[in-house]
């Protein structure tokens, strides 16, 4: 039995959780800058952190042998420095979305602290053994959720936890799907509790690597809309196919206005666009014994719950 303190109280944190009380006989307890009455009613308990104080950082984290962390920017630097000193032994940092590799070297424009996260944890594992391991899943399927990723308290971070965020609009019937002219844009992705079932049951093998992969399912986004359009709505949504260039200009004019929801959502198209999120071969049915749910299963379960 291990001690694991879970980072954050998102919806994948509480996934996390729901999975190691129900699957394992590991302790865990949650660090927030909140209360958070619902958690501990739930029967969880909730640590208050102050993450600008890395004394108590430190003090939060005595015992603990794996950290999860949904939190990112300077939150998640002060916890990764803490948890070295008082001898973590693994870390999971706040990632959980395309392969590492797939990301530009300089200058990503979707960066929320996650590089100098890796860093800072690279440079903790030569300097204390802390471990540490990313994992990559593609988009989350909730991202197609009615009501957005925020219905499930999940993306508050990423700016595009709204319906209809991301590619398709299911109440105004509309998809905005980027294109290249020489090949199908794809995605990867897994619904965001195998996310959690997947890193539940990676807590007991012996050795990571730096980056589990793993995705339920790769598509192309135009099938994608496809399967939107005849398992949620039944009629035919008006596409707007974009472009690269198209998407350049569209983010500095977003840009240039100031409107940083814009930006952050024709920014993750262009991710998708360049293939960010695009990665074969990936299997979660390893480590895990029931099969991730495929996307369309998940699809009509979410909509026809809504
Ligand atoms: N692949 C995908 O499609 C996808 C989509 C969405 C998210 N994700 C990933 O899922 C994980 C969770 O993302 P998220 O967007 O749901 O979470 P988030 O909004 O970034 O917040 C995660 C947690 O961080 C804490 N937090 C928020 N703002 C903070 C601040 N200013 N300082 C310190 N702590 C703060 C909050 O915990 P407390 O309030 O409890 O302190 C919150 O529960 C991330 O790793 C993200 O990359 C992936």
Redesign the pocket.
């Known amino acids: 039995m291990i001690k694991i303190a879970l ?7 509480q996934y996390i959780a729901h999975y190691i009380s129900t699957q394992t006989s590991h302790q865990f307890f ?5 209360p ?1 009455p619902g958690l501990t009613a739930k029967g969880w308990q909730v640590l208050p ?1 102050n ?1 600008d104080n890395l004394d108590d950082v430190r003090y939060k984290l005595v015992g603990v042998d794996t950290i999860i ?7 998640q630097l002060s916890l990764i420095e803490a948890a070295a000193e008082v001898h973590v032994r693994r870390f999971v ?6 392969p590492l590799l797939q990301r530009p070297a300089t200058n990503d424009p979707l960066d ?1 602290g ?1 590089k100098s996260a890796m860093s800072l944890l690279s440079e903790k594992r030569d300097q204390y053994g802390m471990q540490f391991s990313a994992f990559s ?4 399927y ?2 197609f959720y009615p009501g957005g ?1 925020a219905a499930l ?6 700016y ?2 709204g319906e209809g965020d991301y590619v398709v609009n299911v109440q105004q019937r509309t998809a905005i799907i980027p294109f290249h002219s020489s090949s199908d844009v794809c995605i990867s992705m897994t619904s ?1 509790e195998d996310v959690a079932r997947y890193v539940v049951a990676a807590l007991d093998l012996p050795t990571w690597p730096d980056e589990f992969l793993l995705a339920a399912e790769r598509m192309k986004v135009d099938d994608i809309v496809t399967a939107i359009e005849y398992f949620v709505c039944g009629v035919e949504f008006q596409r707007q196919y974009v472009s690269e260039e198209f998407l350049t200009s569209a983010i500095s004019y977003a840009q240039s206005t100031g409107n940083t929801s814009e930006t952050w959502r024709l920014r993750h198209l262009m991710a998708t666009l360049q293939g960010r ?1 695009d990665f074969p071969g990936a299997s979660l049915e390893q480590l895990i014994h029931d099969p991730p749910k495929q996307f369309v299963d998940w699809l009509v379960a979410a909509w026809c719950a809504a």
Not at 30 to 34: A, E, I, K, P
Not at 137 to 140: L, N
Request: proline share 4%; aromatic share 10%.
């Open positions: 980072a954050g109280t998102s919806g994948l944190s949650f660090l927030s800058r909140t958070n952190v993450y962390s949904t939190v990112t920017g300077p939150a940092p706040s990632e959980f979305e395309g929320r996650q899943c593609g988009v989350f909730e991202r990723m308290q999940l993306g508050a971070g990423t595009i936890c965001a999120y």
